[in-house]
């Protein structure tokens, strides 16, 4: 049969030119539908190695950066404005949260990006480690310069202030960072 030829099916004649386009569009179906499963088996093995070798260092990373926050920054700054605390009390609670800050900047240097993640994944995970390590160096600049305020008690508007904008900076580049991580996971269906 040539091109242009009829063939039968059901009953009732077709050009062979059509059976053919008619094939192909079903084999091009087939075809498309495959790699989508794939792209499925792939994705869901990536959002496991991202949950498993991943995100249990992340969480430790912010939950540290909290709990510095909350048990020492806070408390020590409560208790100074209501005169609770000594100074040398104050201070070695700032030096503490100091330390603990350098320590989570090296920490979070030291994450790795395991292998089998995207391209955009490891860039997301990259834009966190930048931001949070960043937000880290400046948390720790903050308690060095609180440290010296409290240290020679000046509590100065201008110290404060500088204080309080160091502060600010941290927590706009550890926003920013949340945002890479949670656009991350927000694509594999992972709650923050």
């Known amino acids: 049969m040539g091109t242009g030829e009829g063939v039968e099916t059901a009953g009732e004649p077709v050009k062979e030119t059509e059976a053919a386009v008619t094939n192909n569009k079903e084999d091009e179906a087939v075809t498309k539908e495959k790699p989508k499963a794939d792209s499925d088996e792939e994705k869901n093995k990536r959002k496991d190695t991202y949950v498993k070798d991943m995100k249990p260092h992340i969480d430790e990373a912010i939950s540290e950066y909290d709990k510095i926050w909350n048990d020492l920054w806070i408390p020590t700054f409560t208790k100074l404005g209501s005169n609770e605390i000594t100074q040398i009390d104050a201070y070695k609670n700032i030096k503490d949260a100091q330390a603990k800050y350098d320590a989570l900047f090296s920490q979070i240097n030291k994450i ?49 202030t500088e204080i309080e904008d160091i502060v600010s900076r941290s927590d706009a580049q550890m926003l920013s960072a949340i945002a890479h991580i949670t656009s991350l996971e927000h694509g594999y269906g992972v709650e923050r």
């Open 112 to 160: 790795e990006v395991p292998k089998g993640l995207t391209k955009e994944d490891k860039e997301n995970i990259k834009e966190f480690k930048n931001g949070m390590t960043t937000s880290a160096m400046l948390r720790g600049d903050a308690t060095k310069e609180a440290a010296k305020m409290i240290d020679t008690m000046d509590f100065s508007p201008s110290t404060m």
